[in-house]
């Protein structure tokens, strides 16, 4: 990196990235107890999650454009207070209304924290050294959801809202680490007689429209496997909440090593298209694996096969899209939270709906999606690592 203190604050942001999802991992284990707990069906689980990601569809355009305008750390540093009322309201939550407001809450925090997140990395980072960098802030996540839900696990022994309130204390502490320590980074020096670029006009440049089309298709496959997949190994294979726990915690912890040690060589042999290629063939052949497995440990390989192929398809996008959004980071990183969330609604909802019908449904249309998307690539081009100039 440029210099010590620009270090700093990278690792100050990854590590903020980092008590989020921890948070969010903690809670996992506990969702299908809380399920049975709360009488709730599985369309409603699939319309709770749908919710976080109406409310993140509907503010990440906007939150983006406010961090090219306004700066980086004044979206984060609201995104996790914001993020940390919402944990608190899931945990107190005797009413869905309560959960429904709890998760629009929540996804209008991450619709103000990640496009930042992910705008600040590129600001203080170079062409060469963002593959790295992207790979870091996806070792932060990974980090989150192995250690989150092995915690989660034992905490949701003690009282299955235990989770929640946890959460929420660290989204306080991811608070106070961003409006301590965490400074404004410089940002390239926009030419003044050069106009900005509508969201619209960003999206439509045609570097970045092929790969904002893949974003909205993969994001609902993406969405329909991880939104269900604790109840579906709980109705499936018998999967106990330690059970679920130690699966996703194995599944982080390869995804981490992939993403901190193995991400930016892979980038550089394959490049970002050849990598998300690779990763959409492995995951719809290892869906289908898990919806056909026999065995415990077929399960276990086919889940670990599957999170670690879409630990790696979201870096890899995101530091396309990075490497070609010029100074418009934090637009083009809400436009790739917004299509996201788009995915986000769509996938649980449907989800949710034939889980309540057939509990395998769901993992065939997973299948169908990835095959899809891995199809599409075919033909999209790997562009030259540079920023592009039209933006």
Known sequence: ?????????????????????????????????????????????????????????????????????????????????????????????QDVSILYVSRLLGGLGAALIMPSVMAFVADVTTIQERPKAMGWVSGAISGGFIIGPGIGGFLGDISTRLPFFVA??????????????????????????????????????????????????????????????????????????????????????????????????????????????????????????????????????????VFLAFDLIRPAITTFLSKNAGENQGTVSGINSALTSVGNIIGPILSGTLLDMDSHYPYFVVVVILAVSFAMTLFWKQQPNKLINEL
């Open 168 to 305: 929420s204390l660290l989204g306080i502490i991811g608070f106070v680490f961003a409006w301590v320590l965490l400074k404004e980074p410089p940002r390239p020096q926009i030419v003044e007689n050069k106009p900005k670029r509508s969201m619209k006009e960003v999206m439509l440049t045609p570097v970045l429209a092929f790969p904002f089309l893949i974003i909205l298709i993969n994001a609902f496959g993406l969405a329909a496997f991880e939104s269900i997949y604790s109840i579906y190994v709980d109705l499936n294979y018998g999967f106990s909440v330690r059970d679920i726990a130690v699966v996703i915690t194995v599944s982080g912890v390869l995804a981490l090593i992939a993403q901190l040690v193995f991400f930016d060589g892979m980038v550089k042999r394959v490049g970002e298209v050849g990598l998300i290629r690779i990763c959409l063939l492995l995951s719809a052949i290892f869906v289908a694996g898990l919806v056909f497995a026999t065995g415990y440990w077929t399960v276990l390989i086919s889940t670990f096969v």
């Open 1 to 93: 990196m440029k210099n010590k203190q620009t270090m700093n604050m990278l690792l100050i942001v990854i590590a903020n990235l980092f008590v989020v999802f921890l948070g969010i991992g903690l809670v996992i284990p506990v969702m299908p107890t809380f399920m049975h707990e709360m009488n709730l069906s599985g369309q409603t689980m699939g319309y709770l999650v749908a919710a976080f990601a109406v409310a993140q569809l509907i503010c990440s355009p906007i939150a983006g454009r406010l961090s090219d305008l306004f700066g980086r750390k004044k979206m984060i540093v609201i995104g996790m207070l914001v993020y940390s009322v919402s944990e608190f309201l899931y945990g107190i939550g």
